[in-house]
């Protein structure tokens, strides 16, 4: 699993329009109650308190309530009203979060301030934790000022080295958030290259992938691969390379070969091309937000955004498969 952020972000001139689109969707629902683990730092409950205010969430926080309390005293915010579950420390924290969740008293969870493996450990517990058939995967849905829509990468945050059918449920986790999010999911395996070859496994598992949609063993969304990135978002490099499919030059999900070169891409984006990144881990019983110490406020708000509008679509429909 991915370790948290330690380098600062860059300043974000933008206030992306396609988080503003995603934030403006969720006017139409209750605010989500959330269970927040560990927020005992002033950045992680700031980031709560605001989606609060937005009406995004509706949150219940867990952690020690002398930290809980200064970490609010030191940004000037009140928590008034607000529900505090008081615990020891922050693997206590995780426990009984997921423990609420197990019980039914939240929509989805939100990491505070602990470490995303010690939340995740709770998540995955087979006995106590919060596991489907689906294997757990992350998500980065992206806001890129030159791209005019979500741009998702999964997964570049827990998987390290996801086999075939490991892939194959990171894909089904992601087709299943676009829909939520009234996306035609149009999902690009990439590779180095565009053509299979052995020299190269990630072009085989791609192939095999969109055989298995081929074969309804992923659902959902129109699969195409192995492309290389630029063939992925770009209707020009797509065209000189003669790849014509309802996919190549118009992704609006990319999945990448394994975590290393997904976290490399995500922060390419972020770092040079002044992007936003929103997390949300999916797989369990509930969607998980995943936020960063380095992510923006508009990330971060996105992300609960992101979370409340998947966690409405699941509570209204039909439970998906595997799910």
Known sequence: MATDETMAMPVKAQD????????AATERLAPARTIVA????????????DAMDAKIIEPVLVGPRARIEAAAASIGRSLDGIEIVDTEHSHASAEKAVALIREGAGDFLMKGSLHSDELLGAVTSRSTGLRTERRISHVFAMAVPTYDQPLMITDAAVNIFPDLDAK?????????????????????ILSAVETVTLKIPSTIDAAALCKMAERGQITGGKLDGPLAFDNAISPEAAKIKGIVSPVAGQANILVVPDMESGNM???NLTFLGNADAAGIVLGAR?????????????????????AALFADHRATHKPMVGS
């Open 286 to 306: 509930v969607p998980i937000v995943l936020t960063s110490r380095a992510d923006t406020p508009r990330a971060r708000m996105a992300s609960c955004a992101v």
């Open 16 to 23: 992306h329009e396609v988080y503003k689109r995603l934030i």
């Open 265 to 267: 891409l995500a922060k």
């Open 168 to 188: 194959r449920d990171i894909v089904q986790n992601v087709i299943d958030l676009a829909i939520a999010l009234d996306l035609d999911p149009k999902v690009a």
């Open 38 to 49: 560990h927020p005992c730092d002033a950045t992680s409950l700031e980031g709560a308190l």
